[in-house]
């Protein structure tokens, strides 16, 4: 067998050992992480659907009003509330990942700092920089892609939950005086009274969960890589002198 | 076989520098057993580190069987710790999370060993401390001797040339302080090893063959900072 795979079932063996030890931290991270992802998808799946349901509700709007200036205008009201929805939903989505990157990077550094010493005792052992650096980003991609698939799960429970108890949409449509329906006329149509269901769901694109799923997993792989760049810099004296 | 000459550490920090070694030149022999001895503050630690390639000289050059420490870089300086030196440390620096075995193992990573050959020579670097039956416990399972024991074989299980020792007794009781320094005696015959040991205390450094003492960064044998090869045993 290679080298390169016993090094992998020792470095396997020694992540093993840290997750079972010190699983409340890796679970913090991973929680953390899977927050942001969830909401990342779960909030672009809402913003879909909203512009979804504005398309339609605006359809209605355009077969209703009697006159396309008036159609034009009702229907840059809705766009308009409809857009501000769908930037809140974007912003929220942002900083929710923002925030658990930023949560996973503080975790992640901070379990480094506490360690420093284990680094230096590696070191001692004859461990290469390039040795502690790969231990410390695999410890950290183990609890990254944990944290992100299970963010994905999330995610598309939320949207279906969104989709469930989102409600259903009624725009009601009055008829214009001197405006008589066509014989064929549905409700909603010209000069014709009714009301047009607007159903709201929340589908979930491929798109956004590989975006988030990217994000998650380079967000946890540039936090390991700040921790290990940490954690590999020191002096193996140096390391071996820290308290704790 | 370790030559010292003129080795020279200095930290600095801001604008204060605090000269740790001022100038240590000192021969040791292949298999000695040298105990440094000295007040604290006085260079014994950074001394050891040095030997063991921990850290680089400000000045000065380390050959150990020939090849200057204080040239190499930080990846050959791995390598020649991972070949040849065994550290043994003060407060055991086990990892908390690993179990006994685990431990031991984790030395003999950089060396590129296939899986069962690790196994048989953890198994034989417990067995060489007495703790064969303590393999898969923890650090925090184990007595203070049992994990200094268990540091002991970690230090051995590559089969260095030299071993180093940083008050290797230091966080241990009397009688525990006794089993160790026969264990690490009983080895250092046996292995054939080359065994630095910076102690205070007076009773385990009686037992090595030649005791030197740190003064004011200058490594002194006899009261003198004579490199003192013919000292040698």
Known sequence: MSRGTEDRTLRLTYLRHELRHRWWQALATAAGLAVGVALVITVSAAASGTRAAQAQALDSLGHAASSSAAASEIGGAVATASGLAADLGTWVAVAALTASFAFAALLTLASVTRRVREFGT????????RMVTVQVLTETAAVGIAGTLAGVAFGYA?????????PTLTVNVTALPGVSPSPSAVPGAPGHDGAVPVHFSAPVSAGIVALAVTLGILGTLLAGALGAWRA???SPATALSQIG | MYTLTGVTRIYRKGRETVTALAGVDAVIADREWLAIQGPTGHGKTTLLQLLGGLDRPTAGTILLDGKNLAAMNEAELARVRAASIGFIFQTFNLIATLPAAVNVELALAPLGLDA???????AQALDAVGLTNRARHLPAELSGGQQQRVAIARALVKEP????????????DETTRDDIIGLLEKLWRDRRLTLVIVTHDSTVAARAQRTGQMRDGRLLFNGTAAAASDEQP
């Open chain 1, 158 to 166: 939320g949207a279906t939950l969104v989709s469930a108890l989102g």
């Open chain 1, 122 to 129: 590696l070191k001692a052992l004859g461990w290469s920089v």
């Open chain 2, 116 to 122: 069962a050959e690790r196994h048989a020579r953890v």
């Open chain 1, 232 to 234: 590999a810099r020191l």
């Open chain 2, 161 to 172: 040339t030299v071993l180093l020792a940083d008050e290797p007794t230091g966080n241990l």
